[in-house]
């Protein structure tokens, strides 16, 4: 469970660069094909999500007789 958990504290770790570099304006993303201005605001919240469902996932690991809402 333990490597699991690095894994995880791992990918979690990239997902929060992800979203610092995009919040400060390093990092710009845009969806192919498309002219949308709001590309990175909307990235930006689906990267929020899988945040919360990496921490989630963190703490079931680390204690899974717990439940994780």
Known sequence: ????????????DR?????SRIES???CVTEAGA???????????????????LDKAIALARNPQRKVY
């Open 35 to 53: 002219a949308s201005a709001d590309g990175s605001r909307q990235h930006l919240q689906v990267l929020r999500e899988q945040r919360d469902d």
């Open 25 to 27: 304006g390093v990092l």
């Open 15 to 19: 997902i929060e660069a992800l979203i």
């Open 1 to 12: 469970m333990d490597e699991l958990t690095a894994i995880l504290l791992t990918v979690q």
